[in-house]
């Protein structure tokens, strides 16, 4: 399905079953009243351009045009706490234990815009990156970052949208 192409109708499939694609694309666009013949691209620029964020990529001089710039739109960190800890035994008695933390934060953009010269020319799936302090009775033991993994999936949109 061309992306640039693709209407609500589209989406939501709303039609009557008993027609055929063949008899459906045969009834006016009036008799429909045509208020799902919009094209998603158009209600998503239309979003984009509502918001502020994206104004300042109108700019050029702090946004030269030969260069992309990439956008979250969606961010989200999920934080994550756990204290496991290990009782130390002698002769079938607690004589103490040892407490540990483990701390984590996966954080995730579930959406990237690549943005070149004011227009909007991808939609791309976010990406995620962890990270992670392990702790023994409040010394830090070990700390660790991974690199963003992208998520799979991206729209071309061809000459771009006018931001």
């Not at 934060?105 to 004011?118: D, G, H």
Request: hydrophobic share 40%; net charge positive.
């Amino acid at each position: 399905m061309d992306i640039q192409r693709v209407t609500l109708s589209d989406i939501v499939n709303f039609r009557p079953r008993e027609l055929t694609n063949e008899v459906w694309n045969k009834i006016p666009l009036e008799a429909a009243g045509g208020l799902l013949h919009i094209r998603l691209l158009d209600v998503i620029h239309w979003a984009w351009k509502k918001g502020r964020e994206l104004e300042a990529y109108r700019d050029t001089e702090k946004y030269p045009p030969d260069k992309s710039f990439s956008v979250s739109l969606v961010e989200h960190t999920i934080k994550s706490t756990h204290e496991p800890h290990v009782e130390i035994r002698m002769n079938q008695k607690k004589v103490g234990s040892v407490h540990f933390l483990v701390k984590l934060e996966i954080t995730i953009r579930a959406m990237k815009l690549e943005i070149k010269n004011a227009r909007i020319k991808k939609i791309k799936a976010g990406d995620w990156n962890a990270k992670g302090s392990f702790f023994c009775e409040g010394f830090l033991l070990a700390k660790r970052e991974s690199k963003p993994l992208d998520l799979p999936g991206t729209v071309d949109l061809g000459e771009g949208l006018k931001i």
